[in-house]
């Protein structure tokens, strides 16, 4: 099964990516009232993670004491992907609405990193 995830390289995801084995980093970007949602998708993409090809972030990662919004811009500004866990209580969060997508679109519309939008439950 390994040997699947092996068969693609970074720049097969991410082309503009150099060359590299470093593994490709995610952000995730979601509403706290989704954590069920966004814990089964990490858990989906358990085995690129063991297997090296991805490394995830996601706020409940801050260490006690962190000065959260700078650790959270640094994380999404230097991520490949990031994931967008798109719901209502996404769009009703001024941060995540206002100030994560907004950043996410701009990288990827620079051409720094690929966006991609999951919906987790129907909404406007």
């Not at 060359?19 to 509403?31: A, G, N, Q, R, T």
């Not at 009232?33 to 801050?62: C, F, P, V, Y």
């Not at 962190?66 to 209502?88: R, V």
Request: charged fraction near 30%.
């Amino acid at each position: 099964m390994e040997e699947d995830y092996n068969r693609f390289s970074p720049t097969q995801v991410l082309p503009e990516k150099q060359v590299s084995e470093d593994p490709i980093k995610i952000f995730y970007s979601y509403s706290r009232k989704d954590l069920d949602m966004r814990n089964a998708l990490e858990k989906h993409l358990s085995a690129l993670k063991k297997a090296g090809r991805i490394s995830t972030w996601h706020d409940l990662q801050l260490e006690a004491g962190t000065e959260w919004e700078p650790a959270i811009l640094n994380k999404l500004d230097t991520a490949d992907i990031i994931l967008l866990l798109i719901s209502s209580d996404f769009i009703d969060s001024e941060y995540c609405y206002g100030t994560e997508l907004k950043r996410a679109i701009a990288r990827h519309d620079a051409g720094t990193a690929r966006v991609i939008p999951i919906i987790l439950r129907p909404c406007d």
